[in-house]
């Protein structure tokens, strides 16, 4: 048999040649021979065919044209073969093969010309034409003509010459123009036919064949055909039977091997099973195939079995047979272009199917998001098949929520399923699920039901505010988030502008959290007034000092009309912040302030007041008795820089040696501190008297030396300056035509340069002509700038006179 893409040409065992279609229904019938066909050959158009019989005939003829060449033998005729191209006119060649390989050529006349191209090594068993390259095997190996030099390029050998080449025939098969594939035996060769460069020509052909790949099979070889980069072999297979201990036929295998190096990768086999396989012999096997439609046809005595490349709805099979759905479904996506028999959705939903009856119910409602995508039918399909298998709350969680949205229902029946048994996964869907997805006001109803039962249920209370909200009845869910204290409240107010709603709630909101309740009531001043947030905190003072600490702090005048309660409030509710309080208020009654501290006693805080109200003497004394803090007491007497205030506190300290101490080491940069000294009685004893007096000389040794230090720098900048001034007032001054005098505003030189003129300039830039400048009437020669001495005398206003 042998195949061409349009059809099939099969020879019998009786002499008959059948046409046949891909699908196996004959079209044609020659009558050939009474005897077996041995070979058939057709050329690359499928127009001429080539047959030989084992009565030594042969026959070449065209299937659509009168065209024919008959020939008998006296000897059987084993193969023949036609030019790929015998179409073509100065193509028509043919060879046969029996003891000698003849060559057939259409010469002059149409006569046909035989010549020998090979004979001497036994009956010629394979032929393969391709190209301009013919290749045939002999009872000795493997040879490769080149028809355009005709020349033999190789001589491949036969591995194993134990087996009978009639018995074990040899397989060739061209790859491609230049690569030949070769099975003989167990034994595999590729061939590869190569130039041979010029510089190696002499007497060599021009080409050249190199063995690229060669490996031995487990079985013998039948027949082999390449697949892409890899290779089909039909191999033949025996086997040692379990009942007899008797090596017997098996059945033939067809494998799919990877070519290496110098072994192979078996990627797939399938035994084949055909009719009388167990009295069948390698030679009764044949493998040919289409090159285009990659089909590979098996002949054996009795059938012809026809294997094609599986393809992925062959795979895709093969998985949902397994039940790999998830397999199947990467599959059919992966080649959603290619497929013919399969559809993603439909793998899709028996995967579903599939993930339901083993119970996997969460895996299933994950995968519909990724199979249903869009389909609004197929959703709601589902969603109620789910609901019959009680597993609405496993698919909640992946329904769609925009494009697409499925009907109010179905959103409405898994909310229902919810409530029912969870009420915190209620709560979860209502905050993930925008509200127009459902009847808000259904839902409104089944939760306030389920509130009658169960009215402090804080999911519930907190779920409805939610639903109010989508509902905008803001202020039934403002009511709701200040009952549960919820941290939404504020934001809600922000959100939807509720301040009108909460000037009767501020004292829930301080009590919920003060620092969020202040920050928002100052950010909306102009919303809910300062006045108003005081009132409503009236009987709240420890709130009304929250609020009106922090808007002093961010205005020191907004609220300045409570600055006399704010001394209150301090004094009870925050002492620390109080003494800052002052300091920073210009609108705090003093008197009042003064009162309330000393009422209670606060030192620190009176101290400061009796200061800033000019009773320094009445503070210092204050912070000598209550406090008893010399160090204190020195930087008060600092910071008032008072004579008569160190006089005090000399005159306090002068029987504490504790204070006299305190003084010695402080005073010195202040007071003289000989004024101290001198006033020590004599004989008391005063800790740290040395280490006083050193420091004390130290301080006055450090001021020595600043003061001399300042001096030596006065000096130089004043001695540089000096300098500057001298050389900038002895440069010259520039005087030319767009000058004028000051006084008479004319132009300062005259229009005729002949003639002479007293010009008056001086340092500050200021001109006169010498006539206009009046007379000076000080004894001194020396003259100033008019303009200049009238706002200030100094360098610079002298006079420079020029004469010409």
Known sequence: MTVHEKFLALGTHYGKVYLLDVQGNITQKFDVSPVKINQISLDESGEHMGVCSEDGKVQVFGLYSAEEFHETFDCPIKIVAVHPHFVRSHFKQFVTGGKKLLLYERGWMNRWKPSVLHEGEGNIRNVKWRGHLIAWANNMGVKILDMISKQRITNVPR????????????????????????????????????????????????????????????????????LCDQLVILSYVKEISEKTEVECCARPRLDIVQPLPESCEEISSDALTVRGFQENECRDYHLEYSEGESLFYIISPRDVVVAKERDQDDHIDWLLEKKKYEEALMAAEISQKTIKKHKILDIGLAYINHLVEKGEHDLAARKCQKILGKNTELWEFEVYKFKEIGQLKAISRYLPRRDPVLKPLIYEMVLHEFLESDYEGFATLIKEWPGDLYNNTIIVQAVVDHLKKDPQNRTLLRTLAELYTYDQRYGRALEIYLTLRHKDVFQ?????????????????????????????????????????????????????????????????????????????????????????????????????????????????????????????????????????????????????DDGELWEDLILYSIDKPPFITGLLNNIGTHVDPILLIHRIKEGMEIPNLRDSLVKILQD???????????????????????????????????VDEENICESCLSPILPSDASKSFNVVVFHCRHMFHKECLPVSNTVSSVQFCNICSAKHRGPGSAILEMKK
């Open 159 to 226: 591995d194993d010459i134990s087996l009978r080449p009639d018995m074990y025939p040899c397989s060739l098969c061209w790859k491609d123009n230049l690569t030949l594939i070769i099975g003989w035996g167990n034994s595999v060769k590729i061939c590869s036919v190569k130039e041979r460069h010029a510089s190696e020509m002499r007497d060599l052909p021009n080409r050249y064949v190199e063995i690229v790949f060669q490996f031995d099979t487990e079985f013998y070889i039948s027949g082999l055909a390449p």
């Open 700 to 734: 006055y040794n450090l001021q020595i030396l600043l003061r001399e230090g300042c001096k030596k720098i006065l000096v130089a900048d004043s001695l540089s300056l000096l300098k500057k001034m001298h050389r900038t007032q002895m440069k010259g001054v520039l």
């Open 492 to 640: 809600l107010i922000h959100r939807h502008n509720l301040f009108s709603s909460i000037k009767d709630k501020i004292v829930l909101l301080m009590d919920f959290d003060s620092e969020k309740a202040v920050d928002m009531l100052l950010d909306n001043e102009d919303k809910i007034s300062i006045d108003r947030v005081v009132e409503e905190l009236e009987n709240r003072p420890e709130l009304q000092h929250v609020y009106l600490h922090k808007l002093f702090k961010r205005d020191h005048h907004k609220g300045q009309r409570y600055h006399e309660k704010q001394i209150s409030l301090y004094a009870e509710y925050d002492r620390p912040n109080l003494l800052p309080f002052l300091r920073d208020s210009t609108h705090c009654p003093l008197e009042k302030a003064l009162e309330i501290c000393q009422q209670r006693n606060f030192v620190e805080e009176t101290v400061y007041l009796l200061s800033r109200m000019g009773n320094s003497r009445s503070a210092l004394k204050m912070i000598m008795e209550e406090l008893q803090d010399v160090d204190k007491a020195i930087e008060f007497a600092k910071e008032q």
